[in-house]
């Protein structure tokens, strides 16, 4: 018997699925809402049933047979996924698509030029990233969402593998004139007293505070800021210092005030920066080779 359906069309009914509703699918897949709206009543007149109810003022919701459908259609879009790593390994060649992760907070400064590089060297393979807090990023693995992420050794659970690149030590982050700042290096103990712009973002403050801790040193917060750019401003204009694993890549805050990254003293823990993949998967080509030019770029930063 003939299919008279498109994975296309299974595509667009999985976004609304995924989305709750066909305005919020067709953004994200960047798709116009009628031809989203078309493949649904399509693969709904073919297959006979109803797919989804609409919800007043909440969107559209599956129906219990179109819940079925939808995880039989996610399986089906995966299996097809799956064709390009495939016909990667008969050819010996990279091509296909691939979903990078990346820690927010990591993503400014690495994401862009590894991902140039890795363009520039596969022309034939589809790039998409997505930045993620560390959380979501294990979520997002575990959903198939992305292929591999990058980022640091926090609380990485045991279904998921973590291979390191670099590491990174703690720095703090002063402004240009505050005292500490024409220091060779620094001790917590004189950072202890003044006050903490603490980026306070899931597993990232705990690392920080964990630095403190073990050194019997209670920090003094004085403020609690979930966005780096934002850290980098405040410190730049003397509200205070701040604790940062990342390279400096830039002596200026985002309002061009300059900044000072001064290595901290002590055996203090680094962070690795990494790979992370779900563990026991079969790996693509395509993946195998982002992995390699993240090794080879990442590991000299």
Known sequence: MPLRFTLRQLEYFAAVGEAGSIAAAAERISVSASSISAA????????????????????????????????????????????????????????????IGCLVTLAPFVLPALRKRFEDEHPTVSVRQVEA??????????????????????????????SPL???????????????????????????????ILLDLPLSRDYFMS???????????????????????????????????????????????PLVYVPIEGALRPLKLGLIAMRGERKARVVAAFEEQARNSLATV
């Open 40 to 99: 649904i009543s399509q693969l709904e007149e073919e297959f006979g049933i109803q797919l989804f109810v609409r919800q007043h003022a909440q969107g559209l919701s599956l129906t219990p047979g179109g819940q079925r459908f939808f995880r039989a259609v996610k399986a089906l879009l995966d299996d097809a996924g799956s064709l390009h790593g495939i016909a990667s390994d008969i050819a010996e060649q990279v091509r296909g698509p691939i979903t």
């Open 166 to 196: 670099a590491e990174w030590p703690p720095h703090a982050l002063l402004a240009a004139g505050h005292p500490l700042a024409k220091r060779r290096s620094v001790a917590l103990q004189s950072l202890a007293p003044e006050p903490l």
């Open 133 to 162: 807090h560390q959380l979501d990023l294990f979520g997002l693995l575990r959903r198939a969402e992305v292929d591999v992420a990058l980022t640091y050794d926090l609380d990485v659970p045991q279904d998921i593998s973590f």
């Open 211 to 257: 630095l403190f801790q073990q050194h019997g040193l209670r920090p003094s917060i004085a403020e609690r800021v979930g966005h780096l750019p934002m850290v980098q401003t405040m410190v730049a204009n003397g509200f205070g210092y701040s604790i940062l694993n990342v390279p400096p890549m830039s002596d200026r805050a985002p309002d061009g005030r």
